[in-house]
C-alpha cells in the first residue's frame, strides 16, 4: 500500500455520461497530481492542486475538471465520456521538492463502451 | 520544449546488464527521476538525480548530465521480475510537476 487511495478501482460506463475520481493523498503530502494513461502510451500530466488551489495545468481537456478540497482528497470529473477517454488515470502526491518525486495510487481504470 | 526521448523497447538476458537512455530537452530543470511500470500497476519510485554524476542503489544505478540533458538508468543482475517500463521524468522548478517520457519496456528472457 502506498498510502495514496483512489477510488473506484474499475469503472464502466456509457458515451455521454460522467463520472468523477476520487484520491486521497499521502498522510502530510500537500499536493496532488493527476495523470492519464492510454494504452500503450505514457504518463499525460492533466492538472497539479497544491493545498486546495490549482497549481499547474497540463493537457487537461474542458470536458475535465478537478477540485482538492480541505481535507485535501481530490476529485476529477470527466463529463461527456467519449471513447477515446478510455484509460487508466492515476493519482499521485507529493512533499514539494521530495527527493522521491510522487507517490503514485493504483489507478482508477475507465472504460467507456 | 519539454521532449523527452526513451527507446521504445528493449530487451535483455537474465543476469546480463541492460542501460535504458534518456534525453530531454528542457528548461527549469530540478531533477530527473526513474519509475518503474509493471503492466496495468502504478509506478514505483526507482531512483533521482539533480547533480551530474552516478547514484547507486543496489542493482540499479541512474545517471545524469545536465549539460548534454542526458541521463541512463543502469539494471544490472537482470532478472525476469525486471521485466517492466522504465519511466524518466522530469521536475520542473515552478510547479514541482513531473513530465514523463512515454517509457521503455524491457523485456528480460531466461
Known amino acids: 500500500d502506498s498510502g495514496v487511495t483512489q477510488t473506484p478501482k474499475h469503472l464502466i460506463t456509457a458515451t455521454g455520461q460522467r463520472v468523477t475520481l476520487r484520491c486521497s493523498p499521502r498522510?502530510?503530502?500537500?499536493?496532488v497530481y493527476w495523470y492519464q494513461q492510454s494504452l500503450d502510451q505514457g504518463l499525460q500530466f492533466l492538472i497539479q492542486?497544491?493545498?486546495?488551489?490549482?497549481?499547474a495545468k497540463g493537457n487537461i481537456l474542458e470536458r475535465f475538471s478537478a477540485q482538492q478540497f480541505p481535507d485535501l482528497h481530490s476529485e476529477l470529473n470527466l463529463s461527456s465520456l467519449e471513447l477515446g477517454d478510455s484509460a487508466l488515470y492515476f493519482c499521485a502526491s507529493s512533499v514539494d521538492g521530495s527527493n522521491y518525486g510522487y507517490t503514485f495510487g493504483s489507478g482508477t481504470r475507465l472504460t467507456v463502451v | 520544449g519539454q521532449n523527452i526521448d526513451q527507446p521504445t523497447e528493449m530487451t535483455a538476458t537474465e543476469g546480463a546488464i541492460v542501460q535504458i537512455n534518456c534525453t530531454y530537452q528542457?528548461?527549469?530543470?530540478?531533477?530527473l527521476f526513474w519509475y518503474q511500470q509493471h503492466a496495468g500497476e502504478a509506478p514505483t519510485f526507482l531512483s533521482y538525480n539533480v547533480l551530474d554524476g552516478l547514484e547507486e542503489k543496489g542493482r540499479f544505478s541512474s545517471f545524469l548530465s545536465r549539460s548534454k540533458g542526458y541521463s541512463y538508468l543502469l539494471l544490472k543482475e537482470l532478472q525476469m521480475k525486471d521485466s517492466a517500463s522504465y519511466l524518466c521524468?522530469?521536475?520542473?522548478?515552478?510547479?514541482?510537476?513531473?513530465?514523463f517520457g512515454t517509457g521503455t519496456r524491457l523485456q528480460v528472457f531466461p
Open positions: 521524468a522530469v521536475r520542473f522548478y515552478n510547479t514541482d510537476k513531473l513530465i
Open positions: 528542457t528548461s527549469g530543470f530540478n531533477g
Open positions: 498522510s502530510g503530502d500537500l499536493s
Open positions: 492542486y497544491y493545498n486546495g488551489e490549482e497549481r
